[in-house]
């Protein structure tokens, strides 16, 4: 049995993860800490691996103090910058225990992480790419933080395999041609009902390959962090890891 | 038999339109003009309808010499404004024969006059509403004439319902959530092997309906075309009808 | 302030709707009764109208029971047939209150009952016509009483307009082609992470129409409940009425 | 300038290879020929590569004398056996030329095979699976042959993962599940207005993924013909090669 602590356990994702870790038959809950609880209780006897949702302002120090403890982590919270990503590679570099691991994810829906492998995969093939991003109109921020990683993923292997700018003859525009990423048009869509969803077009003459995630509720991330916590149990990637697709056999 | 004559039977959309006529079992082509022929030589005698197809430079007043010829006429050709049409509407209250028909249409693709119109019915009952189109990277103009006219209808509905706007927390933005058209956000996407397409997305908490009508070659239009010829010739519809919709049993 | 008793309070529909019954500005919730409860506890003094879901094999001894109790009725179980729909129309004639109502629909989700509304409409004008529904694996049935009743309708108005039989060339099948009702193929998906999704493709030479409706979760159908229960309190509508769509502006 | 001779050049695929050789800037046309013409005027003298789009029950015969002729062969024709590929390998081991090279390739839409390879990466990761392929209405097989490649992936993927069937508790079916292959429900749609599409559905609680290529036209298969002309005239794959996934940089 994995024992898992949850950082940000009373949180909207920390509570799946709580169910989550309780529903898995490999893995068992150890502590559920929250904001204003003593990280340092959490400890290698205690815990294998922790997770850790909270927010962008907190979760470096928390990860570093984490790695102090010497506990592996594997954190949801967004807003990594390579800054920050530096900080915990060199704070690694001196963990009290060898092979520590940290693992750091933007998205945990395997549809999102797989779709966004697909099209950097798909891209060196087509003239035309676009990308369309949906969620509920409660989401702040427009184009996604996955929608960008995707069109830049997009341009750098256009860019690579010598592809030139899309073909775009359109010559006025009020807007409605989208953001433009790295050289893609990428299209936020917000509707009631949606929860997080992207959908990338990939065009030649004659042809269309659309690859679509779609993200129904929070639940859908679960897979992604049981998959995480098992393979950073593993002990086979100690150091610093960003992005699910190194966890999948592709 | 329908007699039918064609103006600008050279264009793309003209030459479809004789192949259409010459196909169809209830028509037969009489005269196929284009640029530089005299369409004073298309009369009642040799011809019941005519098809027009050629440039919005021209076209007002092609439609107004035919009227004055007193044959009825078909108009596909785009850029018609309030003004235009009014000049139609006077030219027909003086017309030569009693009852002769003007019909002009943005668009004969029966999937997407449909399209336009279901947007309209559905409109009052969802919260969120946005469209996008998706045409070649060819097209020039951006948003589509189809797309403005469907956000139109929609934002004229939501009004009529006395829904207010569409709900969107979106603090920062770069462009992605599109041109606003009547309080609803129209996205426009080009990619190379797409044709002329339109997909209008409703939500409301747990639920969503999509509309979405693909040309995908100008033969698309041409049972629009033929079922426009059929009705004016039936003598039904006299002055001018704007929109295949006034044609369709909905 | 509309008075609503619940009936079938404590299952998986009754407590959504006691739920939104609670949140609506223009609504209040009278009796909340589950199986086992006395049905006569309902009168015209404490309730206006009651909302049943239950199942197929009480709903219409229920019914019964709350037409002689002088209420009005809305009821979103399934299994209805026409000599149950005739027992609720002979109790209507005789029931103790003048112009007193009772709501049948299948389906409460707006996008559900727009979707097959709108397919109708559009049968006549395409040549060829499919169905495809796609539901959670947990399902019992296929395909679906929606898909079933959409593509009666397809049918019904393909029929009416003097269309044929959908072009189908295929010579061999291994039953990929799906279940053929009224003409017209359905195809039924299970897929987990989905809830209930119907897509109507409609096609002619060059264009293709799809109207797709989703229902995300159970939350989706409280719209059309409400809008139920406010239409049958009105008493603009004695008697029985089947479906959703009599109750939208179409 | 890679010098191609097509095979059955007056067939639908081979005028659409004869055009894209003539269009191509580092390809010019050698010989075209059709039934009744001989073969062995194609050698090495006037032809790198031989783009042969006939029938099944002559395309053995036709590679095996373009083997002997000592020529590099793309076959686009289907109908290819376990026994016939073999008949290949075994001409090959005794062709003329050192480094002979035979591509077959059952389809050359970048985007089909693209989605059928997707398909089979994500496959290990997702509860369901379900295949939609959808044809003209004059097809006469079905499902495609496509879609039974990509649902026999699908199932190994699943049984090497270890993963077991697919859930599903439907109790009644009267076809509309489809047909199942490997394991995997495939469906077959037929809609005037559709060429050749394909929609793979993958989903997890709470998330769905969907990869959908769409071929409009033959055109579409060119760049894939192309590419596969390149890649055999570059000499790196002597002997036989199957599918167009190897001649892409996955």
């Known amino acids: 049995m994995i024992k898992v602590s949850v950082v940000g356990a009373q949180g909207r994702m920390g509570s799946h993860v709580v169910d989550a870790v309780n529903a898995a038959s490999d893995a068992e809950l150890a ?4 904001a204003g609880d003593d ?3 959490i400890t290698p006897e205690n815990t294998d691996v922790v997770v850790e949702f909270t927010v962008p302002s907190v979760t470096l120090g928390n990860v570093l103090t984490l790695i102090a403890q010497g506990v592996d982590v594997v954190v949801g919270t967004t807003g990594w910058t390579d800054e920050k990503l530096d900080a915990v590679r060199a704070a690694l570099a001196q963990a009290p225990r060898e092979g520590q691991s940290v693992f750091i994810a933007p998205n945990f829906a395997i549809s999102a992480v797989l779709a966004d492998y697909f099209a950097r995969l798909a891209a060196p093939y087509f003239e035309s790419a676009e990308v369309i991003e949906l969620h509920h109109p409660d989401k702040v921020d427009a184009p996604s933080g996955t929608a ?8 750098a292997a256009r860019a ?5 700018a899309v073909p775009d003859n359109t010559q006025t525009d009020g807007g409605s041609r989208g953001q433009v990423v790295d050289g893609v048009h990428v299209h936020a869509v917000r509707l009631r009902g949606l929860n997080a969803h992207e959908e990338v077009l990939f065009g030649n003459a004659g042809e269309q390959l659309v690859i679509r995630a779609d993200s129904f509720d929070r639940g859908s991330f679960m897979p992604g962090v049981l998959l995480a916590v098992r393979k950073v149990a593993s002990g086979e990637f100690p150091g610093l890891t960003v992005g699910l697709d190194h966890f999948l056999d592709l």
């Open 31 to 34: 502590l559920a800490l929250d």
């Open 148 to 155: 960008i990683h995707t069109a830049q993923g997009i341009g």
């Open 39 to 41: 990280l340092t209780a």
């Open 160 to 164: 690579k395999a010598g592809l030139g």
